[in-house]
């Protein structure tokens, strides 16, 4: 079935502030809190605001005014949508519910026990084919204990410190990220850099474990300026680590997002405190 043009608003909305890469769902939705729009809403203004552009071209000032104003917007819908939702979890006669400690339950927890409902704790990251080992047996293989370092981190470093993921499994999820993004030599062709004969050409003389954009450049058949273009395009497309995880069904949407948060905040914080 199809979205209704409200529902529609509200995955746009969702896209504007937290970034088109995530999945927008039905559960992204009943999952959402005040707390997490504001803190994205502060990232996308900090980026947006008028206030940072000024003294640029007035096409581009004019521009990124617009842009502003939409983030400001998808910003107003998603307070809306959760004020509504507060109203309706508003028990008849009762204390008054926030929508920043309860969420509505989605469809697939709607007949879930209440106690069942009120957490949802986010298990160790573990590939279908390994298993959890207490402990384990080597380095790559240990759950980190202990409180988060204080200095800035990665995604995948994130999950580390924070219990989620060992060494092992950040390790795969970054060679699945490498193997399934975009090969130099697809890009230079796409960009008409050079054909199927230039390329059989690079393989030809390309050595082991050699770059495929240094051997084109060696030959003579790429300038320095049109690898780092490449190379700049290739990290662009390549696939965000989080989303990885969601194919290969690691974490859940909302999962995901509860960590992007807790991530960011995390970060926020460091550079708050003057910390590299």
Same mark, same amino acid.
């Given at each position: 079935?199809?979205?209704?043009?409200?529902?529609?608003?509200l995955?746009?909305?969702?896209?504007?502030?937290?970034?088109?890469?995530?999945?927008?769902?039905?559960?992204?939705?009943?999952?959402?809190?005040?707390?997490?729009?504001?803190?994205?809403f502060?990232k996308?203004?900090?980026e947006?605001?008028p206030?940072?552009?000024?003294?640029?071209?007035?096409?581009?000032l004019?521009?990124?005014?617009?842009?502003?104003?939409?983030?400001l917007?998808?910003?107003?819908?998603?307070?809306?949508?959760?004020?509504?939702?507060?109203?309706?979890?508003?028990?008849?006669?009762?204390?008054?519910?926030?929508?920043?400690?309860?969420?509505?339950?989605?469809?697939?927890?709607?007949?879930a026990?209440?106690?069942?409902?009120?957490q949802?704790?986010?298990?160790?990251?573990?590939?279908a084919?390994?298993?959890?080992?207490d402990g384990?047996?080597?380095?790559?293989?240990?759950?980190?204990?202990?409180?988060l370092?204080?200095?800035r981190?990665?995604?995948?470093?994130?999950?580390?410190?924070?219990?989620?993921?060992?060494?092992?499994?950040i390790?795969?999820?970054?060679?699945?990220?490498?193997?399934?993004?975009?090969?130099i030599?697809?890009?230079?062709r796409?960009f008409g850099?050079?054909?199927?004969?230039?390329?059989?050409?690079i393989?030809?003389?390309? $050595?082991? +474990?050699?770059?495929?954009?240094?051997?084109?450049?060696? &030959?003579?058949?790429?300038?320095? *300026? =049109? @690898?780092?273009?490449?190379?700049?395009?290739?990290?662009?497309l390549? $696939?965000? +680590?989080g989303?990885?995880?969601?194919?290969?069904?690691? &974490?859940?949407?909302?999962?995901? *997002? =509860? @960590?992007?948060?807790?991530?960011?905040c995390?970060?926020?914080?460091?550079?708050?405190?003057?910390?590299?």
């Open positions: 079935m199809s979205a209704s043009n409200p529902q529609r608003e995955f746009r909305s969702c896209a504007i502030l937290f970034g088109s890469e995530l999945h927008i769902s039905d559960d992204f939705l009943d999952y959402l809190q005040i707390s997490g729009i504001k803190t994205a502060r996308r203004a900090m947006t605001h206030d940072r552009h000024a003294g640029k071209n007035p096409a581009v004019q521009e990124n005014t617009e842009h502003f104003y939409t983030v917007q998808a910003y107003e819908n998603l307070l809306d949508f959760l004020r509504e939702k507060e109203t309706l979890l508003q028990p008849p006669g009762g204390q008054r519910t926030s929508a920043t400690t309860a969420t509505a339950p989605s469809r697939r927890e709607a007949n026990e209440p106690a069942q409902r009120r949802r704790p986010i298990k160790p990251i573990i590939p084919d390994e298993s959890y080992r384990g047996f080597s380095s790559t293989e240990r759950y980190y204990v202990g409180a370092p204080e200095r981190l990665l995604f995948g470093h994130f999950l580390y410190y924070s219990g989620l993921a060992n060494w092992r499994t390790a795969r999820v970054l060679t699945w990220q490498r193997t399934e993004r975009p090969r030599g697809e890009l230079g796409r850099m050079f054909d199927q004969e230039d390329i059989r050409t393989m030809h003389f390309k $050595k082991p +474990f050699s770059p495929f954009g240094q051997t084109a450049r060696m &030959l003579g058949l790429l300038s320095e *300026q =049109q @690898l780092r273009v490449l190379i700049f395009q290739q990290k662009r390549q $696939k965000k +680590f989303t990885i995880l969601l194919e290969k069904n690691l &974490l859940n949407d909302y999962e995901l *997002q =509860q @960590l992007l948060y807790q991530f960011e995390h970060n926020d914080n460091i550079l708050v405190q003057g910390r590299q």
